[in-house]
């Protein structure tokens, strides 16, 4: 029989041995974006990346992008070009207003959604985590 001695030890040993938690639990972070300005064009560097990450077509961002921005935009291979000049901070906003409109489920929060077209002609975001169906508004 072992003691209560060894029972601590063992236990303090298997506290040691157990990982610090190093994230805060949320599996999905909204990317960041990366930009290069030449002249009076900002080019977002890293948008396929951004693509791949929220699962939407790029065409859906780069039009997002047009109307908040009151500018025309391309899509240039793998980047997007955006005619003006814009600071990261800026175009992280709209990212950042862009997942929660169209990434993030309303009820769990959690990015695993697709777009689908709804009743009357309408567009739902449908969570695939939990079920959950919201109409995307105005945009």
Do not use: W
């Not at 040691?16 to 805060?24: C, E, Q, R, V, W």
Request: aromatic letters at 8%; proline letters at 5%; one cysteine or more.
């Amino acid at each position: 029989m072992t003691s209560p001695l060894d029972y601590e030890k063992l236990l303090d040993r298997g506290y040691a041995l157990i990982p610090a938690k190093t994230t805060s639990g949320e599996r999905f972070e909204i990317p960041i974006v990366e930009t290069l300005q030449q002249g009076n064009k900002t080019f977002i560097k890293n948008f396929d990346s951004i693509i791949g990450k929220l699962r939407r077509d790029p065409k859906l961002l780069m039009k997002y992008f047009t109307k908040e921005l009151a500018i025309p935009a391309t899509i240039e291979g793998s980047r997007l070009v955006l005619h003006g000049k814009f600071s990261d901070r800026a175009l992280n906003d709209r990212l950042k207003a862009f997942t929660e409109i169209f990434v993030l489920c309303k009820e769990c929060h959690k990015p695993d959604t697709k777009i689908m077209e709804g009743e009357h002609g309408g567009k739902m975001l449908v969570c695939e985590a939990c079920g959950a169906r919201a109409p995307i508004r105005g945009r």
